[in-house]
């Protein structure tokens, strides 16, 4: 990979740095540990990735969230249940809704890796303590996230996660009214802690269920495994993380987003 490649470029720089530093930190004629696990290659799953396209992107995903929570609002038994308990359950379930709106719309997206420091350039920065390293412009055809803007990246792997989860709802051709019900499978969640209505949301989950079972059944009466598939569905949304939802789509174009008061602002208001 081009990681290792650049390892192997500058080996004899860091070998240099790494075994001086070595050799101060151990006692004099000690050696390196037996047995002392080497470090993998940084690459792969772990590398920070922003949008390819951040302005397209993140223009698509704030429709779809409209559009999502104008879902919400225009279900019924959802409007009459308290205040209270329609913020817990939208702040819970956002983006998962989110990624099956993206999922219903078609919305494609692509990454590119962020320009971050090279170990190399890491490893000498910390040794000049304190001194400025001179001023470096984004790498060609990368985005630039400014200091510290790298750490709040979601990694190609998480990336990756959410991609898997829109090509598998793809391959399933999943219809506008088993979108609809899989939306309300997510949005009455009963398990939530602090919610008064327990028993009334998890009345809503099983109808939103049954429903969705009663209309695989009457259009898709040849695949008995599609219900089973759909509910393999919900079970990949678990593993979509909000926080990257809300780094990738939505921190490129208004910063540093609270998306509680933002999800506040939006429920409270007429879509």
Sequence with gaps: ?????????????????????????????????????????????????????????????????????????????????????????????????????????????????????????????????????????????????????????PSAGEIQAIKGFLAKCWSLDISTKEYAYLKGTVLFNPDLPGLQCTQYIEGLQREAQQALNEHVRLIHRGDEARFAKLNVVLALLRSINANVIAELFFRPIIGAVNMDDMLLEMLCAKL
């Design 1 to 153: 990979c081009r990681c290792c490649a650049e390892s192997r470029r500058h080996s004899s720089i860091l070998y240099n740095i790494l075994r001086s530093e070595e050799r101060a930190a151990s006692p004099a004629g000690q050696g390196p540990r037996r047995g002392q696990a080497s470090r993998g290659c940084p690459c792969g799953s772990r590398r920070r990735v922003a949008l390819r396209s951040p302005q397209v992107a993140c223009k698509a995903a704030s429709a779809v969230l409209v559009k999502t929570l104008r879902f919400v609002q225009n279900v019924p038994c959802f409007q009459e249940l308290p205040l209270e308990e329609q913020l817990l359950l939208v702040r819970s379930c956002w983006a998962p809704l989110l990624v099956l709106g993206l999922a219903q719309d078609r919305v494609h997206f692509e990454t590119v890796e962020s320009a971050e420091p090279s170990m190399l350039q890491r490893i000498l920065t910390t040794r000049r303590q304190g001194e400025q390293p001179p001023p470096r412009g984004p790498a060609p055809g990368r985005p630039h996230h400014g200091p510290g803007g790298g750490s709040h990246l």
